[in-house]
């Protein structure tokens, strides 16, 4: 069975610098895609990146970046010029098994981000 | 705003009562999910829906159902509600499997 590890239940950074959250996650399937979301104290669910596997490229959305490791199994998220804004919780998540498959997209346990004025 | 509608945002009622929350997904999504999310807690996946059939299920309780009509909507029903079933409940609708979900605003359930 696929897991997704999050082994950073609190994180803190000071406003304006790089953080980097990490993720873990196991599977024996080739085809999946990974994500990450945010849930800021509103507790509505955020996609902020996307990830598929059979890219090598780390995918980037403004100051979000991933560092994705496939051999390592790791999706680490780094967050530039942190903002007040950026605090939330923060949900790896894994989907795989093949676009015909019938599977769940899977959640780590969060990682909760505070930042620092 | 992402799309996916969900009704009602909150709802509060007593032990041993039934409850049915609904999500309408975001227009030309086949896939639906439902999650609970406990205090602090992460995301406990329920069921999923693709285009109208049940494609996976997870740790959903015999005292919970749903189900996804021809429209797509879904509706997810609890009954014989106790304490613990107090959650915040999240639909979730994506194009199809491996496409990014996007998620409601959550249905805030107090069970008194």
């Known amino acids: 069975a696929q897991t997704v590890t999050q082994s950073q239940p609190e994180m803190s950074v000071q406003e304006a610098e790089t953080v980097t959250l990490s993720c873990t996650y196991d599977?024996?399937?080739?085809?999946?895609?990974l994500f990450w979301y945010k849930q800021p104290p509103s507790r509505q669910m955020i996609l902020v990146i996307r990830q598929e596997a059979y890219k090598q490229q780390n995918a980037t959305e403004n100051r979000f970046s991933v560092n994705f490791q496939k051999a390592a199994k790791s999706f680490s998220l780094k967050i530039s010029d942190s903002q007040l804004g950026d605090a939330a919780m923060y949900f790896c998540a894994y989907w795989g098994g093949g676009y015909s498959s019938a599977s769940k997209i899977i959640f780590g346990s969060g990682t909760r981000l505070s930042i620092r004025p | 705003d992402s799309g996916v509608t969900q009704t009602p945002k909150h709802l509060i009622t007593a032990t041993g009562q039934r409850v049915t929350l609904r999500c309408s997904p975001r227009s030309g999504d086949l896939s639906v999910y439902w999650y609970q999310q406990s205090l602090d807690q992460g995301l406990q996946f329920l069921i999923q829906y693709y285009n109208g059939e049940e494609r996976a299920k997870g740790n959903i309780l015999e005292r919970f159902s749903a189900q996804q009509f021809p429209d797509l909507h879904s509706e997810l029903n609890l009954s014989s509600l106790e304490l613990g079933d107090s959650a915040l409940y999240f639909c979730a609708s994506s194009r199809g499997p491996g496409t990014e979900a996007f998620f409601g605003q959550g249905t805030r359930l107090t069970v008194v």
């Open positions: 599977t024996s399937e080739s085809d999946y895609y």
